[in-house]
């Protein structure tokens, strides 16, 4: 079989994952029971209560009701929600940038700070600096997110009245259009720097937040590697050719340092999608997770069931495209071997 | 050594002073934040569902005819010029007719004027949407006729002379009134759909214009410069949806200048520097134990041993009446704020009988006996009540559960706190199935909408609950609430609901657990403030404030 065949067919059973995924999810969420109670209020008569379930496709059979959902789905429309107030559709992608973008915040801090601190700590091993960091890092890694969190928000929000909580300033929020759906970018985009200030400044609380448990384990990562890098033959060789401590130190073993700690890198933004719902609970920051906690909480089937379908649907993509990769690298994986 | 010293002290010296600051000096100047428990679900009049996020800003951002004043229950004009009267001839003397001079000058956010047409327009249209989640019945139930009788001039026949149309139906939410031409403009009205351009727009004439509702984060307000009224001082945002220690914590900060809370937040509350705590006045929605005396057979969780008919003995509501702790409840939960409430009608609301026989004193040996006399004493039961998880009902269920299970070990309180969602479409079946809930009442002005919706045998809980079964004198109940709703005399009304409270004592079909107390609590920079519980949630009038 060619790469390009295998490449086919696994697009053709795409579809088919999508839908029984789909219907797994579908019939999942109704196990919870019917999602009709987020749309009722206590002083409804039960006739009220039965033109609302009319009126959402609820008073018909679950097959019935899937088909609905299903049909809606393919037209863009994924619901309404109960928490948000408005269609899922409209919400959802608004919620998403916010989330990606603090995540992504967080990734930054993780990473510069960790890369920077672990090669610290690394090239002075054992005197008071690396003690220093490995108190740091070690804090970092032991602390709850939720504690952490906190503390940052009496300190630098109701104390010193330094970062603000929420997303954005409504006034420069609203000032400026929102392509991406990036506050930092598009104010970037419209040129508004005062909007840009303002997207940092609102970023960098929940970041430092989110980014500090990250920092630690990489940090910790870029350490170890270091110090094994350091006693390396190469380096010995490089130092005894002449080449200066700093450079050995920055163009060689810092480099090779880091192919490890780019592979923890990339596992910890799984970590820091995961922390976004504490952070987010907790500094007002309007993302995916605080949205999806309060959809858990109270029983708002189509925000749910759209956040899992589109969870899955990633997951799908993701592992095609590692497939793919995989066929590239083996051919044994196309010949079925 | 000493230069880390320096730079340490100097941080700490740092931060005390700017902690100083913070209390000194006046944030977010020209804005008053409030922050907010939850999320609107629509801006809509005839949608939004009673004591609802959305009514806050309705009461913003739109007018009614008459507006209940800031101190009580005294009504003042809104829309409409004069509140009527028989003596000022804008009611007809047989209570069938009212006239509302409409005022002229007034204009809605999008340039219209407001006539007597958008009067009617707006009444008409939440009939004929007739919306499951809206309030309808609040003109419907009681209105015939609406007709704009000229520009200005608007006029309402009733079904049947009524006390409460006036602090009951005009001032309601519902009743707010609407640009004819926004409306029109976008998607007009359909019977039984909602206008979704309504939904997240307002086009109304009040104080405030909408700029902005961003979901889960805030809903923008501007000074409407055109107001007819005294101005607004102050723009508004309301924070949407931060953790109640958060709100609490914004304040202290003076982030936030009003916020939401409850009794168990008040010990972080009271003393903090710069903040004022309010606990004047009581909330007029009372938490209430339902007894379900219209339970189907098989219904009732698994656990539950009573019959069906459990509730029908008069003997066995008035042993729950006796057993429950009512200072647990009001000391624990409450913190203290609130007061032992022995009617279905409010301390504060008219035709409230302080002499009346009541309740809200444990009384073991009383319930003991009526237990004993029931034929329950003996062999004990076991009975599940559902309520929402985490709040007060949840607390008030738990104190039931004590004060029940430490009267006789027979007897067993299951205590189901669920989600909100789930509790809403059990507590919206009918008939229930489950024998008891815990929530609160809605509040009203008018002691009418109480007694109609939660004592009248035909009424809303009367109906599904099945009131007829286990009232031993339904139909004078029936006729002592639905002469007093029509009885334009105020010394025989009251007298009415005088006697409605003697006979509702002996024949309970509640356990009011206590009449909550008002919390609330705002930075000591805002000027103005009023409070009032017959406005929706949070029960302020941003207009009204400055700083």
Known sequence: MQIRDYIIRRLMILPILIIGTSIIVFALTRIGGSP??????????????????????????????????????????????????????????KKFAATMELAIAAGIVAVSLGIAMGTFAGARRNKISDHIIRVVSVSGASMPLFWFAILLLIIFWVWLGWFPIGRSDPNLFEAIPHPTGFYTIDALLAGNFSAFRDAIWHLIMPAVALGYGATAIIARMMRSSLIEELQEDYVDAAKAKGLAERVVLKKHARRNALVPTVTVIGLTFGFLLQGTVVAEIIFRWPGLGRWMASAVLRGDQATIMTYVMFTSILFLFVNLVVDIIYAYLDRRVVLGD | MRNILVVAYSILLGLFLTVGVN??????????????????????????????????????????????????????PGLATTVPSVENGMISDDGMTYTFEIRKGAVFHDGTDVTAEDVKFSWDRIVEMDLPEGQAGVISDIVAETQAVDDYTFQVTLLEPSASFLNSTVVSMAASIVSKDAVMANGGVVEGEPNEYMAQNAVGSGPYKLKAWNRGENILLDINENYWGNKAKLAARIEIGAEPDVR?????????????????????????????????????????????????????????????????????????????????????????????????????????????????????AKAEELFRAAGYWDNGFSVSVITEEANLFADAALVLKDSIEDLNPNFRINVLAVAEAVFDEAHAQNPVEYAMWVKNADPFADPHPYMSAYQHPDGEWGEVHGFANGYRNPEKIAELIDGASTELDVKKRAAMYSELQKMLFDDPMWLITAQEGVTMAYREWVTGFVHNPLWPRPSLRFSYLGK
Do not use: C
């Not at chain 2, 006046?26 to 934040?33: A, T």
């Open chain 1, 36 to 93: 009709i109670g987020i749309y009722l209020s206590h002083e409804m008569s039960p006739a009220e209560v039965q033109e609302m379930k009319e009126r959402f496709h609820l008073d018909k059979p679950v097959p019935v009701q899937y088909f609905y959902w299903i049909k809606g789905v393919s037209q863009g429309d994924l619901g309404w929600s109960g928490v948000a107030s408005a269609p899922v559709v409209d919400v959802f992608p």
């Open chain 2, 23 to 76: 209390a000194q000096t006046i944030k977010n100047p020209g804005v008053l934040v409030h922050a907010a428990d939850d999320e609107a679900t629509t801006l809509d009049p005839a949608q939004v569902e009673a004591g609802e996020g959305g009514e806050t800003v309705i009461l913003q951002v739109y007018d009614r005819l008459l507006e209940f004043g800031p101190s009580g229950p005294e009504l003042i």
């Open chain 2, 248 to 364: 609490v914590l914004g304040l202290r900060a003076g982030n936030y200048d009003t916020i939401e809370t409850d009794p168990s937040f008040v010990a972080d509350i009271e003393g903090a520097d710069g903040v004022t705590l309010h606990t004047g006045g009581l909330l007029l929605e009372p938490i209430h134990v339902g007894f379900n005396l219209n339970i189907p057979e098989g219904a009732l969780p698994k656990e539950d041993t009573i019959p069906t008919d459990f509730f029908h003995d008069p003997r066995i509501r008035q042993a729950f009446n006796y057993a429950f702790d009512y200072e647990a409840f009001l000391y624990g939960p409450l913190a203290g704020f609130g007061e032992f409430n022995p009617h279905y009608l409010p301390i504060g609301i008219f035709g409230h009988d302080p002499d009346a026989p009541r309740y809200g004193a444990q009384d073991k």
